[in-house]
């Protein structure tokens, strides 16, 4: 059976964002326009505070826009859901619960009225095991290391099945090295499920290496889209090969470009 | 209350100050050359030094209740009314020897009437629980019910205790509802408010993740408020529980009939001035206990 890939799985048209606050109006975001391809992977890079988490909470439903339309698989994005996970950055697990019962609660909420306790229970620790934290399911979250905690973060998310995989900045509070070992088992996790994904990023290397395309957000206020940026490189890829790369060497000084030349930050 | 919290705080620092005076000792004594080391007597065993941080952990608070008892002995000196603590330990030990008798409903051991003011406080405090932890978690889930309860609260919160009592003996006409209505009224604001400010505090990252999930209310309550509220509402209980055994006192010097407070009021009446410093004592030891150990529940309850 051939599956049609839909050309704008998740698509954002002319959204706005104005936060209304006690200092009065902030106009965050203006005339928003992109789509997102079905099973694409897709980074939003932009400097601190231009809006990219806005953008990401405006697709999964946390915020709603003040003006424009969000879609999602063809239907009009309404409010938070479990097809749409997100992965907090600051992983946002539950410190009461164990990490496998922190999978378990997704895992419940989304299957629990058609599976067996036995099958969720299943599904919670094939989860785990995805992103090799067997050893520590019945830990707390203050008793694992901040790398651990994010992979339970994508462990959660992962285990709700969801068609678009949303990641806030998913990797910034790790060190260098943690870092690259869990973007390479994103990787390969995001190529054995097929789901679609929205990470938000300030991390160049991170957005070119995971990326399909790379959405390049000026500054704000009123940011909008500056550019964006295929990333044409062959899959499965390999950090250490790419770094010899010319053509990922090329993307990636546009990348640089576009963040310190044409819309470089003032200093604050 | 909140000098016991105080003192308790001193203390502990005291504590943690105790415990860290012997490692510079320590560094040192591993730092001094070899010919030091070379006389080992000279250096203080590990068990010295443990016994020895005991003493300087355990010698201020007994200093601290030695320099009462002397003040309190200057002041007897001073004031022939006023029993020394020689002749309130005489007292107390004979009273303490037969506590749970029972000659008529006005003349009972000291351990009945204990017992008589605990039970009021455990009935006022645990409908006050029963009606103020809910309440505030629904203040703390609402903005409306928490606009909506801020005049009753503000206006109702400070009034003295006692005030209450008259409205308690008015509606239940008779004197022992009347205390439980008392301890009830005053313990209640603590609770409430604590858990109304530990649901107002849930992190907005917790919530996003009830939404994101999609949590039905109860599974938010279950899952996510109840385990963040827990410690701030224990907060609230050691407050309630603190204000309640205050104000059980007062209540029932007012309200007679069997409880700690009627008989100071009685002891004051016979001018045994023995029993009413023993009876302060008694209030006090009680109260420190029951601090305790919700200070302890408290802690077992904490998910750090
Ligand atoms: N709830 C809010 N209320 C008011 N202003 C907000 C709110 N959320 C974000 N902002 C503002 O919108 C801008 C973009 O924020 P954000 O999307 O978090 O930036 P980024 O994730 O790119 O660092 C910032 O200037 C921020 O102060
Ligand atoms: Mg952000």
Sequence with gaps: MEKIVQEKYVQLENVNMTFFTKKGTFEALKNVNFSIREGEFISIIGHSG????????????????????????????????PERAVVFQNHSLLPWLTCSENVYLAVERVFGATETKVQLKKRTQAAIELVGLAHAADKRPNEISGGMKQRVGIARALAMEPKVLL??????????????????ELMAIMAKSGCTAVMVTHDVDEAVLLSDRIVMMTNGPAATIGD????????????????????????????????????????? | ?????????????????????????????AAQPAAARM??????????????????????????VLAMIAVWTLISYQSPNLPGPVSTWHSAVELFSDPFYNNSPNDQGIGWNILASLERVGLG????????????????????????????????????????????????????????????????????????????????????????????????????????????????????????????????????????????????????????????????????????????????????
């Design chain 1, 50 to 81: 231009c809006g990219k988490s806005t953008v990401l909470n405006l697709i999964a439903g946390l915020l709603q826009p003040t003006d424009g339309n969000l879609f999602c698989a063809g239907r009009e994005i309404a409010g938070p859901g």
């Design chain 1, 167 to 184: 990641l806030d900045e998913p990797f910034g509070a790790l060190d260098a090295l943690t870092r690259a070992h869990l973007q390479d």
């Design chain 1, 228 to 268: 964006i940026l295929d990333v044409e490189l062959a899959r499965p890829r390999k950090r250490l090969e790419l770094a010899e790369d010319s053509h990922y060497n090329h993307l990636r000084s546009e990348v640089l470009k576009f963040l310190y030349e044409r819309h470089a930050k003032k200093a604050a």
């Design chain 2, 1 to 29: 209350m909140s000098a016991i919290g105080i003192s308790k705080e001193s203390i502990k620092t005291i504590m943690q100050n105790e415990q860290t005076t012997p490692t510079p000792t320590a560094v040192k004594a």
């Design chain 2, 39 to 64: 006389a080992p007597s000279k250096r203080p065993s590990a068990r010295s030094l443990k016994l020895r941080s005991f003493f300087e952990w355990l010698l201020p608070p007994v200093f601290g």
């Design chain 2, 125 to 304: 405090f645990g409908l006050a629980a029963l009606v103020g932890i809910p309440l505030g978690f629904i203040i703390g889930r609402f903005q409306f019910m928490s606009r909506m309860a801020a005049p009753i609260i503000g206006i109702l919160r400070p009034v003295s205790p006692l005030a209450w009592l008259p409205i308690g003996l008015l509606v239940f006409k008779a004197a022992n509802p009347a205390a439980i209505w008392v301890i009830f009224i005053s313990a209640i604001w603590p609770m409430i408010i604590n858990t109304a400010v530990g649901v107002s505090k849930v992190p907005q990252d917790y919530m996003n993740v009830a939404k994101v999930l999609n949590l039905s209310e109860w599974k938010i309550v279950t899952k996510i408020l109840f385990p963040f509220v827990l410690p701030y509402m224990m907060t609230g209980v050691r407050l309630s529980i603190g204000v309640a055994w205050l104000v059980i006192v007062a209540a029932e010097m007012l309200t007679g009939g069997v409880g700690i407070g009627f008989w100071v009021w009685d002891e004051w009446n016979n001018l045994n001035v023995e029993h009413i410093i023993i009876a302060i004592f008694v209030v006090g030891i009680v109260g420190l206990l029951l601090e305790l150990a919700l200070t302890s529940l408290a802690r077992r309850f904490s998910y750090e």
